[in-house]
């Protein structure tokens, strides 16, 4: 059974074809809205969520197909001490495929292994989050029309955020491809990132804790929230927090053509002053992350079935 775990679980070619497909969906959404009569998503949120799940939810109602599931962990049975592989093994029973948020690294895995259905990992603890980079890949097709030769900064919580963990592995198959890394020093890439991913595939990359020295080389500048939850004492939290706030006076070095990105929920790091600017992408991810789930959700169906 084909599910989607890890952003490596699908091919370039395979991912290009889902962005194909997202792009029709954005161009013919009619043609669209009968895919999934009859079908049922479910999602199963052991985590606070606002888009992942409700663009799951909501791509599936433009498919044409239906949602059941839960949105916290205290109202599911794991509140009893069931295991993710007996919950995985029951939605089984009810469910077509299902999307899955877990604070634990893995638990999508241990569910796709005991699931006789798809299993979309929708973000694993500090870990990955593949249909978030499926997204920003979107994003990234329709601002600047390649994947080859473009600097990305990453900004923020580089260690517990899950989202640059996954876009650096889908990013690492492209050429000409360079990473900025900017983060205080608690928050720096893991180890394991920079040495199984960026080494291993010969991407080039710095550490810059500078924002204001790192922009004006960067075709994307990707920022993300601090991640609180991941954080073992508050302290640490409010001290690193507001590390970097990116504000208009910091655009003044940067590329005309610049695409500021964020997977959301912000809190300090853009000020909303940055909102009107034509270079801010994130409220176009938000949409692009509902048109890829939606093509992402009919590719696994369509698998299943065979
Ligand atoms: C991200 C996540 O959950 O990892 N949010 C999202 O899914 N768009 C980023 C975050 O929570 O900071």
Same mark, same amino acid.
């Given at each position: ?28 959404p ?11 998503l479910?999602t ?6 606002t888009r992942t799940r409700l663009s799951f939810e909501s791509a599936m109602y433009e498919l044409g197909g239906?949602v ?24 089984? %029973? ?5 999307a ?54 990453? %900004? ?23 990473? !900025? ?24 990359? %710095? ?59 912000? !809190? ?18 938000v949409l692009?992350g509902k048109y890829?789930r939606m093509?992402?959700i ?9």
């Open positions: 059974m084909r599910s989607l775990i890890d952003i490596l679980d699908f091919s370039v070619e395979e991912i290009h074809a889902l962005i194909n497909t997202a792009c029709d969906i954005i161009d013919n009619k043609k669209y809205s009968e895919k999934c009569r009859g079908k049922k479910a199963l949120f052991f985590e606070p969520s239906n059941i599931g839960f949105s916290e962990a205290n109202s599911s049975s794991a509140a009893k001490g069931e295991s993710v592989s007996d919950t995985a093994k029951t939605i089984s %029973c009810y469910a077509d495929i299902i899955m948020r877990h604070p634990k690294e893995g638990a999508p895995l241990v569910a796709a292994k005991a699931a006789s259905i798809p299993v979309i990992n929708a973000g694993d603890g500090g870990h990955n989050h593949p249909t978030q980079t499926l997204a920003d890949l979107l994003t990234i097709h329709r601002e600047k029309g390649r994947f080859n030769n473009l600097t990305i900064g990453l %900004c923020g919580d580089l260690k517990f955020g899950r989202t640059v963990h996954s876009l650096i592995n889908a990013l690492s198959r492209y050429k000409g491809i360079k990473f !900025v890394l900017i983060s205080p020093d608690e928050l720096k890439l893991p180890s394991y990132v920079k040495h199984d991913v960026l080494d291993k595939n010969g991407i080039e990359y %710095c550490e810059n804790p500078s924002l204001e020295d790192a922009i004006g080389d960067l075709d994307i500048l990707y920022m993300t929230r601090v991640q609180r939850e991941r954080f073992f004492n508050e302290e640490d939290y409010l001290r690193l927090k507001d590390s970097y706030i990116l504000e208009p006076s910091k655009l003044k070095n940067a590329k005309g053509d610049l695409s500021i990105m964020h997977p959301l929920p912000r !809190v300090n790091e853009i000020s909303v002053a940055i909102d009107d600017d034509p270079r801010a992408c994130y409220f176009k991810q692009n890829i093509a992402l009919l590719k696994l169906l369509e698998e299943a079935e065979k």
